[in-house]
């Protein structure tokens, strides 16, 4: 990738969109610890912006590495966990709207444990976000 790529709008768009989803999957976890009352406004709002920025973290990246690399998509380890994560917290919201709170708590905390992963694959595993 070249400095150009590195340094173009995406930079100001995609690393933002993906830490404001992971700080919303641990707002919307804490919620759901901390609260006895399953239906807040606030369960239902960080569930629902965690996914949604979540979401916008994983497109605006698949459009930068198109712009970067040239395909959307290349199975990068750092990709294939934000995938998981993805649908982690897509589950999750879905457990949610079903009322499952069981599963909603597990999904949410697998969500949490995937974020720290995904956050540190960057620096442990070898691939196109190396940063080691």
């Given at each position: 990738m070249s400095s150009h790529e590195l340094n173009g709008i995406m930079l100001y768009v995609h690393p933002p969109l993906s830490i404001t989803g992971y700080v919303f999957i641990f707002l919307f976890g804490l919620s759901l610890i901390r609260s006895r009352n399953f239906n807040l406004r606030s369960v239902k709002f960080f569930g629902v912006v965690a996914?949604?920025?979540t979401l916008?973290?994983?497109?605006?990246?698949?459009?930068?590495?198109?712009?970067?690399?040239?395909?959307?998509?290349?199975?990068?380890?750092?990709?294939?966990?934000?995938?998981?994560?993805?649908?982690?917290?897509?589950?999750?919201?879905?457990?949610?709207?079903?009322?499952?709170?069981?599963?909603?708590?597990?999904?949410?905390?697998?969500?949490?444990?995937?974020?720290?992963?995904?956050?540190?694959?960057?620096?442990?595993?070898?691939?196109?976000?190396?940063?080691?």
């Open positions: 996914w949604l920025f916008l973290g994983l497109v605006t990246g698949m459009i930068w590495a198109q712009v970067a690399w040239g395909n959307y998509w290349s199975w990068d380890p750092k990709e294939t966990l934000t995938l998981m994560l993805f649908l982690a917290v897509s589950v999750g919201e879905v457990a949610y709207f079903e009322r499952k709170r069981n599963t909603t708590r597990w999904l949410a905390l697998v969500s949490c444990v995937l974020v720290m992963v995904t956050s540190l694959s960057s620096f442990i595993i070898a691939g196109l976000h190396s940063f080691a």
